[in-house]
């Protein structure tokens, strides 16, 4: 294994005195080297374009997309995973992550997990991966064997199948669909992925979960409608988005998400359409969850 031809383990020109550094110097430098990041992720948003699109097309065949790596980039994963459901309020199978060394690897390494060619197909086994599921493979290395074994899997039972690296001609792209290549360069710290390559990942992924659910209809406007208010914060921000989507008063938001049995969607729809909670409800089911189609209904 040669390291040496990887732009993500090479050293940093700019940090070279990095240990004799301020602190001031030492943020300026991260600070710097941060930005460009988004730079990087820009010159890729075509091929995240046919990854989004592939997923949003998975979805409506009643798919999962499945996120999965080791290490920073597994935790990543599991991370964005977790997330769908209370923003976008999804089934925890939906969208789900798998981490190299199982649950466990998320706040301990498991040696030589990520190591495994077959390991990432026993666990891809177990979820009953299928023709109408993505498997997103996150590897900053771009050749993590754990990653390519799901890759392989994933396409053996023709699912599709996306990468995301940090190194330009990785090994993982050889067995996507969708190659993504954030080439982020030399970190600070040398070889320590968890900076710029682990904030470039993190940032498609951003981009990967939160396009493909507006594009199933769980956003109105820019606004979470889909969110589930399950403590006492995302109650009052459920409140706070009928009242933004409707113009109505604090008051009359309140007592339509009670009536609506907490749901947001069908509380928007209830007000903008004077309907009653089970025609907000069949109007939606009929608009594939759309609230703009679903008003034109009524």
Same mark, same amino acid.
Request: glycine share 6%; charged share 25%.
């Given at each position: 294994?040669?390291?040496?031809?990887?732009?993500?383990?090479?050293?940093?020109?700019?940090?070279? !005195?990095?240990?004799?550094?301020?602190?001031?110097?030492?943020?300026?430098?991260?600070?710097? !080297?941060?930005?460009?990041?988004?730079?990087?992720?820009?010159?890729?948003?075509?091929?995240?374009?046919?990854?989004?699109?592939?997923?949003?097309?998975?979805?409506? #065949?009643?798919?999962?997309?499945?996120?999965?790596?080791?290490?920073? /980039?597994?935790?990543?994963?599991? $991370?964005?995973?977790?997330?769908?459901?209370?923003?976008?309020?999804?089934?925890? +199978?939906?969208?789900?992550?798998?981490?190299?060394?199982?649950? /466990?690897?998320? +706040?301990?390494?498991?040696?030589?997990? !990520?190591?495994?060619?077959?390991?990432? #197909?026993?666990?891809?086994?177990?979820?009953?991966?299928?023709?109408?599921?993505?498997?997103?493979?996150?590897?900053?290395?771009?050749?993590?064997?754990?990653?390519?074994?799901? $890759?392989?899997?994933?396409?053996?039972?023709?699912?599709?199948?996306?990468?995301?690296?940090?190194?330009?001609?990785? !090994?993982?792209?050889?067995?996507?669909?969708?190659?993504?290549?954030?080439?982020?360069?030399?970190?600070?710290?040398?070889? /320590? +992925?968890?900076?710029?390559?682990?904030?470039?990942?993190?940032?498609?992924?951003?981009?990967?979960?939160?396009?493909?659910?507006?594009?199933?209809?769980?956003?109105?406007?820019?606004?979470?409608?889909?969110? #589930?208010?399950?403590?006492? @914060? $995302?109650?009052?921000?459920?409140?706070?988005?009928?009242?933004?989507? +409707?113009?109505?008063?604090?008051?009359?938001?309140?007592?339509?998400?009670?009536?609506?049995?907490?749901?947001?969607?069908?509380?928007?729809?209830?007000?903008?359409?004077? /309907?009653? @909670?089970?025609?907000?409800?069949?109007? $939606? @089911?009929?608009?594939?969850?759309?609230?703009? @189609?679903?008003?034109?209904?009524?």
């Amino acid at each position: 294994m040669d390291l040496t031809k990887l732009s993500t383990e090479t050293r940093n020109q700019k940090s070279m !005195e990095l240990d004799m550094m301020s602190v001031a110097e030492i943020l300026k430098l991260m600070n710097s !080297e941060d930005q460009t990041v988004p730079l990087a992720i820009q010159k890729q948003l075509p091929q995240i374009e046919n990854a989004v699109e592939t997923i949003i097309q998975q979805f409506k #065949k009643g798919g999962r997309l499945i996120y999965l790596g080791a290490g920073t /980039s597994g935790r990543l994963g599991v $991370l964005d995973a977790a997330e769908c459901v209370p923003t976008f309020g999804t089934d925890p +199978t939906l969208v789900q992550g798998l981490i190299a060394g199982g649950q /466990s690897a998320m +706040t301990v390494a498991v040696e030589g997990a !990520e190591d495994s060619l077959s390991l990432a #197909k026993e666990d891809l086994k177990k979820l009953d991966l299928n023709e109408n599921d993505a498997v997103v493979g996150l590897a900053a290395s771009g050749r993590t064997p754990y990653v390519i074994g799901a $890759l392989k899997y994933a396409k053996n039972v023709n699912a599709a199948t996306i990468s995301i690296a940090c190194n330009k001609n990785a !090994e993982i792209s050889k067995f996507a669909d969708y190659p993504i290549e954030v080439v982020t360069g030399p970190e600070v710290l040398t070889g /320590s +992925t968890r900076l710029k390559a682990g904030t470039a990942q993190k940032l498609v992924l951003n981009m990967i979960s939160t396009t493909s659910m507006i594009k199933l209809g769980k956003a109105y406007q820019n606004l979470m409608i889909d969110v #589930k208010p399950t403590n006492d @914060k $995302l109650v009052e921000r459920a409140k706070r988005i009928i009242m933004q989507a +409707t113009d109505c008063d604090y008051q009359t938001a309140e007592d339509t998400l009670q009536a609506a049995d907490q749901d947001v969607k069908v509380s928007i729809i209830m007000i903008l359409t004077g /309907s009653d @909670k089970q025609n907000a409800i069949n109007n $939606l @089911k009929q608009n594939d969850g759309f609230v703009r @189609k679903a008003m034109k209904e009524d």
